[in-house]
């Protein structure tokens, strides 16, 4: 099974819970992200492009443990930046497991090795690696030469050492769905619990807008990609889900389904956008206008986003939202199918790239690592 029985029972009583109360919106996943300063500048996300008093400042492990407790959710992702670079991370974390939360801790490795001694093998910790395929694609995606290697020196010493790995790896346009499932062999044989795959999300801060993937061109590629399975890979995401992203079931977002709070509050109305932030938890749910959210609400930047944040939380919803959806979800997880396609098969083995040129590059950019603290309101920012 690709998560342990006690995290898959904690979270389906978590969502039936919900239900039965009658609650419309609840979170299922909480996107805390502590700092935004990175160590790499990939092409594709528009974190690190805040100016850099932004880059200094950081969560205390106290505000991460309010949001936590305010979102009241079962399972928490940390992603940034990267993680590894706040020096209180190991804190963070080991106060998040003691509460009994699941833990997804997103890291691009290039720190992992060397600290995995600050952190204790736990069934709540998983670390979740970012690993953008085979050694070329991952090294040409990060805009780092030997990112690669040093991740998956990251990822064999945390298997080796007893913690639960797993892996994101984010596509864009041009991707290979061949080298991607020689990727995903590769993943299998050094050990990862299971991962993740989804398509490239559209930052507005991204320095390169040209590669992320529409509907149209993300579902021939992850039809590519996931029919004919092999047996032995192991998924984290929800089977609907994966059958949404090959065009097999059609889910709106549920754009509240995974919140994100990070040093600026609580973000309005998903990790993709921003419109804002709120306060609270509860502002955020009770004053944002979820409707002029997802594709139907005719939003432009909502038109061809196929993102995990909010179509995955949509998958589970319907997962419980009756006795269909929960039949047809349990036929997945039973029955593991491989999804058997001759048209797909063909249209992997005559693949040819549409993309629109190569990848930026971000040429002499040199991250902030600098290590300072931002206080509750964000007043000022130590280091300015």
Known sequence: MAVP????????????KQKLSGRKRYPLVLMLEPLFRCNLACAG????QYPAHILKAELTPEQCFKAVEECGTPMVSIPGGEPLLHPQMPEIVAGLVARKKYVYMCTNALLLKEKLHLFKPS??????VHVDGEREHHDFGVCREGGYDVAMEGVRAAVEAGFRVTTNT??????????????????????????MVSPGYTYDKAPDQNHFLGKARSRKLFRAILSNRKKTWEFNTHPLFSEYLMGKQDFECTPWGMP?????GWQ??????QDGYADTFQELMEATGWEKYGAKSGNPQCANCMVHSG?????????????????????????????????????????????????????????????????????SVAGD
């Open 268 to 273: 309005k109305p998903c990790y993709l956008l």
């Open 5 to 16: 029985i006690s995290q898959a029972w904690t979270v389906a009583t978590y969502v039936l």
């Open 170 to 195: 984010t596509l864009f346009d041009g991707a290979d769905p061949n080298s991607v499932r020689r990727h995903f062999d590769q993943m299998m044989e050094a050990g990862v619990e299971s991962m």
């Open 311 to 379: 179509h995955e939380a949509s998958a589970v919803d319907y997962n419980f939202s009756s006795l269909k959806g929960f039949w047809t979800t349990a036929k997945k997880y039973i029955f593991r199918p491989q999804y058997e396609d001759a048209d797909a098969q063909k249209l992997l083995n005559e693949w040819k790239s549409e993309s629109r040129g190569p990848l930026v590059q971000i040429a002499g950019q040199t991250p902030v690592v600098v290590t300072t603290s931002v206080n509750e309101n964000m007043t």
């Open 260 to 264: 994100t709070y990070s040093i600026f």
């Open 45 to 48: 996300c528009g974190k690190i």
């Open 123 to 128: 069934k709540y910790l998983s670390f979740s």
